[in-house]
T-cell receptor, first 115, second 111 residues
Framework: GAVVSQHPSWVICKSGTSVKIECRSL??????MFWYRQFPKQSLMLMAT?????????EQGVEKDKFLINHASLTLSTLTVTSAHPEDSSFYIC???????????FGAGSRLTVL | AQSVTQPDIHITVSEGASLELRCNYS??????LFWYVQSPGQGLQLLLK??????LVQGIKGFEAEFKRSQSSFNLRKPSVHWSDAAEYFC?????????FGAGTRLTVKP
């Protein structure tokens, strides 16, 4: 079945540094990938939709200069949290959709803690 | 745009009791509907999905859900809950290229 790998699972960084999270589709080509953020005990909030080879589409209220998304290939999307601050601490989850499919496959998530 | 409402934030049931988690959606066309489960600190696992056809869908771990167009609902059910079912459950609706999630329902299972 379709597998999405997300790396790293856990990351701790100092305030002001940047952190990159990778999302890879291991056995299929993902034309579209999604990035979600989840605060404790809350639902997933869609941050942005990225299509291979084009700029990501950000949801209202999400700072595109702070959360840089790159979808350079059909199997890899990256989320870079730039100049991270403690309020950016959260659980970030990616999902990928195979071309022509209607089911998303989710990564296991990445927990970011900013000190 | 599509939206999803899960009216119950937290539900507690006794082990062996039946379970129903409510989900209502808003979408202009026939939606694609999903239920996901999230165990603490982990990602999401797909329980079941509805695209078309039979409105009663079976999923993994003994879960089922029924699509009722007249009520715009897609409630999740399980006849007998196990302690390992304690988790957060999310209903989601997809249309076009994105997916929207409900706020989630946290299930606690009492011994």
């Amino acid at each position: 079945g379709a597998v999405v790998s997300q790396h790293p699972s856990w990351v701790i960084c100092k305030s002001g540094t940047s952190v990159k999270i990778e999302c890879r589709s291991l056995d299929f080509q993902a034309t579209t990938m999604f990035w979600y953020r989840q605060f404790p005990k809350q639902s997933l909030m869609l941050m942005a939709t990225s299509n291979e080879g084009s700029k990501a589409t950000y949801e209202q209220g999400v700072e595109k200069d702070k959360f840089l998304i790159n979808h350079a290939s059909l199997t890899l999307s990256t989320l870079t949290v730039t100049s991270a601050h403690p309020e950016d601490s959260s659980f970030y989850i990616c999902s990928a959709k195979r071309s022509g499919a209607n089911v998303l496959t989710f990564g296991a998530g990445s927990r970011l803690t900013v000190l | 745009a599509q939206s999803v409402t899960q009216p119950d934030i937290h539900i507690t049931v006794s082990e062996g009791a039946s379970l129903e988690l409510r989900c209502n959606y808003s979408y202009g066309a026939t939606p694609y509907l999903f239920w996901y489960v999230q165990s603490p600190g982990q990602g999401l696992q797909l329980l079941l999905k509805y695209f078309s056809g039979d409105t009663l869908v079976q999923g993994i771990k003994g879960f089922e859900a029924e699509f009722k167009r007249s009520q715009s609902s897609f409630n999740l059910r399980k006849p007998s809950v196990h302690w390992s079912d304690a988790a957060e459950y999310f209903c989601a609706v997809a249309g076009g290229d994105d997916m929207r999630f409900g706020a989630g329902t946290r299930l606690t299972v009492k011994p």
